[in-house]
């Protein structure tokens, strides 16, 4: 059972619990989040609680939509409190990270194609960009 109380030192809320005889609080700090937003963030807390240690791994569709609508900065705290798995994104720059990190031993020779190949790839693409974002449309631009 997760409480809701304000937090004096930040003047926000303050969600605290127990897990195996550790408090454990997400901090709702500043006045950015009305005390309605607060409650129902503190609901949806129990809610992931019980699902934690229940052992169910997907939350129903109300908990899901209501996670994909929470601001990234309430989504990292829930997340580093354990209750939620916050997927990295993957980006252009970490699939070449990860492309090269398998391409240990090779010939000097294919590392330069491979790093030339980089260099024209990222002349098209940003490292930030999202893998997901990518077509063959627009490989072929």
Request: glycine share 4%; proline share 4%.
């Amino acid at each position: 059972m997760a409480t809701l109380t304000k937090d004096n030192r930040t003047g926000g809320f303050l969600i605290q619990w127990y897990e195996n005889k550790r408090r454990l609080a997400i901090s709702m700090g500043g006045r950015k989040y009305s005390r309605k937003t607060a409650e129902r963030l503190k609901e949806m807390v129990e809610t992931l609680i019980w699902y934690k240690n229940n052992g169910t791994v997907v939350p129903d569709k109300a908990v899901a939509n209501w996670l994909q609508t929470l601001p990234d900065e309430l989504r990292s705290k829930l997340a580093k409190a354990g209750l939620i798995a916050v997927h990295e994104a993957k980006t252009c720059k970490k699939l070449w990270d990860t492309f090269f990190k398998h391409k240990k031993d090779v010939k000097y020779s294919t590392i330069q194609c491979y790093q030339n190949s980089e260099k024209r790839f990222f002349e098209t693409f940003s490292p930030a960009e999202p893998i997901e974002s990518l077509t063959p449309e627009r490989l072929l631009e």
